[in-house]
Structures are given as structure tokens and as C-alpha cells.
């Protein structure tokens, strides 16, 4: 096997989701459909690593300094909804029901995995809360237990600003993570969002 | 989202064993980790592509006309294992138990699916027999009908060329396949060969 294939195959094991056989399995693909596969993904990730980058105000990945939804004037800017990673953002984009903005966390405050608030995408929060007239924030994290302490974190930490806090309540089942909802789990969560 | 993110994410579902999810999943890792897992990706990519290809003698992947296995020689040119895919050679190499050489099919024999002989690498095999001084072709196809309805037909074919036509016995799992078996069981299933 060649020095390249092997590279080839360590990176794509490394992919969420892919273990060392399904790696193999991907790479013979790849070799196997040069034309068809190979050659587009190695121009589609050269064109994602020149023009993909992270959105300034609220996380979210595009092409520029602000998101496309951070740029829409039809997104309502006084409603942001809080995930935890693009992954969510992008399964709340899917059911095609919330119409105000949002803020990605880039990850939940965890005491196991040692994460605090200065790890994750909290004090452009307050800020944005503080410059934007937001009047509602959604927090739409996991049922977990790092979800509902982060939860309860920004409540207390945006307590007095005068921006209502709630939460998605029914339909997210407990332990459950937002992207493997279906659009109607997720529909109802956010209708039936209850203050914290 | 942008139009580069959808086209990653379209073309790594197409990948074995990524799904919708898991292939957002990926390109999200693919836009967070750009310089740990990206670019070298799209480097190991463009590498693969240029420099990997189809050895002339047996299907197996390599870097130039024959493949590492062809030009080694202290690999045994008269016994020959023929395989369905270069996973399945892959899986034999690691078991570390054969010394012969390969010959790679690309697929097996299927009447549901309308391969016939002809689009499988079998004329070459049947050149190579006739050239090489091959005395014993080991049949490591699957357990399936489709394989064994391979291995007969190679069989037949052979038949009255003097050399011998073993097939894999012991340790194979009825409708089992080689990639997914671990060493012991391909070391046991080799050693215990048998004549079709
Ligand atoms: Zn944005
Ligand atoms: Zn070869």
C-alpha cells in the first residue's frame, strides 16, 4: 500500500463517525472513483478550507465576517436561540420553524471535561444581549446534565438585563442531543419553550 | 450555509458507511479542525490521486504499474490468493500469514446483478495461470452464494491447466466477509484449505 494511501486513511479515521475499517472502506472508495469522487471532495475541501470560516456575532459557519443568517434582515435579531454546536444549528434550521437568530456555544460547561465559561462562546454573548435589544434568548441545549447546568448558568449570568430566558421543554427527550430529533420534535419543543 | 459546505457534505455521504448525519457530522469536524484535519485531508487527496493507481499484473492499489506485492521477490508467484476487492487482500496482509501473491477480482460473479465474467478481472487471471508457472490459486471469496458460485466458475475454468484450486475452509462464517474477520480466523481458515 502506498505512503500516501496509508496518510489517506489515518485523516479519514479520524473523522467523527468513521472507525479504522470504514476508514479503509472510504479511502478504496475514493480511489476507486477518482473521477467521480475523489477529485470533487479534494476540490470541495480545498474550496471550504479558502472560503468557510466562522461567523463573528454568533458562531455560525459561512463565507464571510457575518453569517447568512446574521446578515438577513428577515431573521428577527430580538429572539436569539442558543445551541450548542452548528450541528444544532443547522437540525433548528431544518425544521424550518424558528425565525430569529442565534448564538453556538461551541460546546456545553462540563466540571468532568474541566470546560468553563471562557471556553465557550459566552462573553460575546452578554455583549450581544447588552448592544442588541435581544428580548428573548431560546436556549435550545441538550436535556443533559452539562446542558441544564449551562442553562442555568447564562439565566443567572443575564439575570436583571431584562431579556426573557426560556428553554425548548417538550418533546426534547431526556439524554437526547438536538441533531438526532426529527422536525417535529424539534417544532414542538420550540413552541412549548417555558421560561427558566 | 455555503455553497462549498453543501457540496462537501453531499459528496462525503456519498462515501461507504456515511449517512446524511454522520456525513454533516464530518464536514463540521472537517470546517473546525482546518489545519489538524482539513488540509491535510485535501493534501492526502490530491497526493491519492495523483499518485495512486491500478497495478497492471493483479487490481491491487500501488504507485506505479505493479503494485508493491507484484515486484516483491520474496513473495511466491506460484501460489496466487484471488480476493473480490483490494479490503479483502488488505485483510489478508494483515493476518500476515500469506506469502504467495494476489489477483483481485473486483467483485464476484451475480445473476441478480447482471455481472457476468466479463466484468470482473478474470480473462488476466486466466492469462496470468497460462504465463506465470502458477501451481496453486487460493479462492478467498465469501461464503455467499455469489462467491462460491465464483469460485466455481474459476474452477471450471481452470480445469486441465494443472494447477490447483484450493478455497478457503475452515473459519469463514456462512455469508461472513473476509474484511470484517479478524487474523486468527483468516490465519486458521488458510491453513485448513481445501481442494474445490
Ligand atoms: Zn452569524
Ligand atoms: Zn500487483
Request: charged share 30%; aromatic share 2%.
Given at each position: 500500500m502506498s505512503g500516501a494511501l496509508d496518510e489517506l486513511i489515518a485523516l479519514m479515521a479520524?473523522?467523527?463517525?468513521?472507525g479504522p475499517r470504514s476508514a479503509r472502506r472510504a479511502a478504496l472508495a475514493l480511489v476507486q472513483k477518482r473521477k467521480v469522487l475523489l477529485e470533487p471532495l479534494a476540490g470541495a475541501m480545498a474550496e471550504v478550507a479558502a472560503s468557510v470560516r466562522e461567523c463573528l456575532i454568533c458562531g455560525n459557519v459561512g463565507t464571510?465576517?457575518?453569517?447568512d443568517i446574521c446578515l438577513d434582515?428577515?431573521?428577527?435579531?430580538r429572539t436569539i436561540c442558543i445551541v450548542e454546536d452548528v450541528a444544532d444549528l443547522w437540525a433548528m434550521e431544518r425544521a424550518q420553524v424558528f425565525k430569529g437568530r442565534y448564538h453556538v456555544l461551541g460546546g456545553t460547561l462540563s466540571a468532568l471535561d474541566g470546560i468553563?465559561?471562557?471556553?465557550?462562546?459566552?462573553p460575546r454573548l452578554a455583549a450581544r444581549v447588552e448592544q442588541d435589544g435581544v428580548e428573548e434568548l431560546i436556549l435550545a441545549l441538550g436535556a443533559t446534565v452539562d446542558g441544564q447546568t449551562t442553562a442555568h448558568y447564562i439565566a443567572d449570568m443575564l439575570e436583571g438585563r431584562g431579556v426573557r430566558v426560556t428553554s425548548l421543554a417538550?418533546?426534547?427527550?431526556?439524554?437526547?442531543?438536538?441533531?438526532?430529533?426529527?422536525d417535529g420534535t424539534i417544532t414542538a419543543a420550540l413552541n412549548a419553550r417555558r421560561s427558566v
Open positions: 479520524r473523522l467523527p463517525g468513521l464571510g465576517e457575518k453569517c434582515p428577515k431573521r428577527d435579531g468553563g465559561p471562557e471556553d465557550l462562546n459566552l417538550q418533546g426534547v427527550p431526556v439524554g437526547g442531543e438536538l441533531d438526532y430529533l426529527d
